[in-house]
């Protein structure tokens, strides 16, 4: 990536002053808010203030990359289990993280947009999550420091699972220590190296059952408000996703009691209240539609209510498309692996 960005600077001064104006400038010369005209793809170079030299440093062009470019490991296909995004934009740089976000990123070619995941109120800052916010405190928190980014996130949800972690910590350390062997299990089992049967994934039946163990603790936490609750079990979400989806290979989705369980939809849920506009819960509410219609019908109101959350979630994540293309993106939806 420094190779083309660096190609991309050298050719143009202008993109280079646009580039020094983003977060990372070691000398902090960045502080101030940058001219936005000097992002206006109509601003001819004259109406810009380009006086002055502008110096190729190789030193401060990594530094900025590392602290603004964007590397997802979110969508994960069950046909290119390898698919990654990488790359950096200049405005969405600007962009602050919450673990709360209010607005999520759509890549479609070269093009990042930004879309509104909830109402957003004037003057309210708009954020996006930079690392990934379906997981513990812990796990993000070290995320955020370790990458470029370095900072230690003061949202409200880090401030209250800040202040309830000792009341968690013994779930929180055992959900790491199990996560990468059940996300193993998952991989797999998508990638059919082996092939699924029932019981077959015991790491992934240990996290579902912390998973449960940890939701029943957190109901009587004293005095959490039920979307605090929600952020706290958001977090943990692939605890319950691994088991739940395993289950749903190995049986081929054929009806099993009670399989949309109430959990189930608690779950997508606080999914949802924690950051909406997620690839992740659009593939979970497809593949929960998927089942309820096959245990109950295509009329029943449980498949119509998952049809109806699938489709909002869609709008947050693509922003307003005509219906048949929503539909679409929701099918196509079925093939990323709610997990990862
Ligand atoms: C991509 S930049 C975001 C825009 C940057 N704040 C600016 O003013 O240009 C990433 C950097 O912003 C800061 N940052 C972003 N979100 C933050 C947050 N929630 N709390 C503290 N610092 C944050 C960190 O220094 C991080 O390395």
């Keep these: 990536m420094f190779f083309k960005i660096s190609s991309i600077l050298k050719e143009s001064p202008r993109i280079l002053r646009q580039y020094y104006c983003l977060a990372g400038d070691e000398d902090q010369n960045n502080d101030a808010v940058p001219d936005i005209r000097m992002f206006d793809p109509s601003a001819p170079n004259d109406e810009i203030d380009m006086h002055g030299d502008i110096v190729f440093d190789e030193k401060r062009i990594i530094h900025i990359m590392n602290v603004n470019s964007f590397s997802g490991g979110v969508k994960v296909s069950r046909k290119d289990p390898e698919m990654r995004l990488t790359g950096l934009w200049l405005l969405p740089s600007f962009l602050n993280h919450s673990c709360i976000p209010n607005a999520s990123r759509l890549i479609v070619g070269e093009t990042m947009f930004i879309i509104a995941s909830r109402s957003i109120k004037p003057q309210e800052e708009i954020t996006i999550s930079y690392t ?5 405190l812990k796990k993000r928190e070290k995320n955020l420091s370790e990458t470029g980014y370095g900072f230690l996130c003061r949202c ?15 779930f929180s350390d055992r959900y ?7 996300a193993a299990e998952v991989y797999a089992a998508v ?19 912390l998973y449960h163990t940890l939701n029943q603790k957190v109901r009587f936490l004293k005095g959490l408000s039920r979307l605090e609750q929600q952020w706290i079990m958001g977090g943990y979400s692939c605890a319950f996703l ?18 949309v369980n109430s959990t189930a939809l608690e779950l997508i849920k606080a999914m949802k209240a924690t950051e909406s506009g997620l690839q992740r819960t659009l593939s979970f509410a497809t593949l929960l539609t ?18 109806n959350f699938a489709l909002d979630e869609c709008i947050r994540i693509y922003g307003k498309q005509r219906l048949d293309v929503s539909v679409s993106l929701i099918e196509q939806s079925a093939e990323i692996v709610p997990f990862f």
Aim: proline share 5%; glycine share 6%; with cysteine.
């Design 290 to 307: 998927m089942v309820a219609e096959k245990e109950r019908g295509k009329f029943s109101s449980l498949t119509e209510g998952l049809l």
């Design 242 to 259: 691994g088991n739940w989806l395993l289950i749903g290979y190995a049986t081929q989705f054929t009806p099993a009691s009670n399989f």
């Design 156 to 170: 409200k949800r880090c401030m209250l699972e800040r202040s309830v972690h000792h009341e968690i910590e013994k």
């Design 176 to 182: 790491d220590m199990l996560y990468d062997k059940a």
């Design 191 to 209: 990638t059919n190296t082996i092939t699924p049967t029932l019981g077959s994934f015991p790491s992934c039946s240990e996290l579902s059952a």
């Design 132 to 136: 990934d916010a379906m997981s513990p």
